[in-house]
């Protein structure tokens, strides 16, 4: 079993910073892009960053200049530090990662985390 674990969502004021993390655990071979998404009460989910292991980052309009994505590959983590929150970032953020697991590393599974709540709020 694969399984990405979150943390680090909460509830902070506008213009505030939090810092979201995710970690791969279990029958991991490899893991290739990570990123994290977000939905929004009553709107489809959607691509905030993502970031390969080499290093090659790309993010939503939105968030540009705000949001940062790194990750430790030889901790299957990815983190995503939030700051100049605002009202409108408020959703479920959802860790993303293409796994080539062990039991079966030649091939690739798209798996999801649990999503972390981000409120914001004055």
């Known amino acids: 079993q694969v399984q990405l674990v979150e943390s680090g969502g909460g509830l902070v004021q506008p213009g505030g910073s939090l810092r979201l993390s995710c970690a791969g655990a279990?029958?991991?071979?490899?893991?290739?892009?990570m990123g994290w998404y977000r939905q929004a009460p009553g709107k489809q989910r959607e691509l905030v960053a993502s970031?390969?292991?080499?290093?090659?980052?790309k993010y939503s309009d939105p968030v540009k200049g705000r949001f940062t994505i790194s990750r430790d590959n030889a901790k299957h983590t990815v983190i995503l530090q939030i700051n100049s929150l605002k009202p409108e970032d408020t959703a479920v953020y959802y860790c993303?990662?293409?796994?080539?697991?062990?039991?079966?590393?030649?091939?690739?599974?798209?798996?999801w985390g649990q999503g972390t709540q981000v409120t914001v709020s004055s």
């Open positions: 279990g029958d991991i071979f490899d893991i290739y892009v």
């Open positions: 993303n990662a293409i796994v080539s697991p062990d039991y079966d590393f030649g091939r690739t599974y798209k798996y």
């Open positions: 970031i390969t292991p080499g290093g090659r980052i």
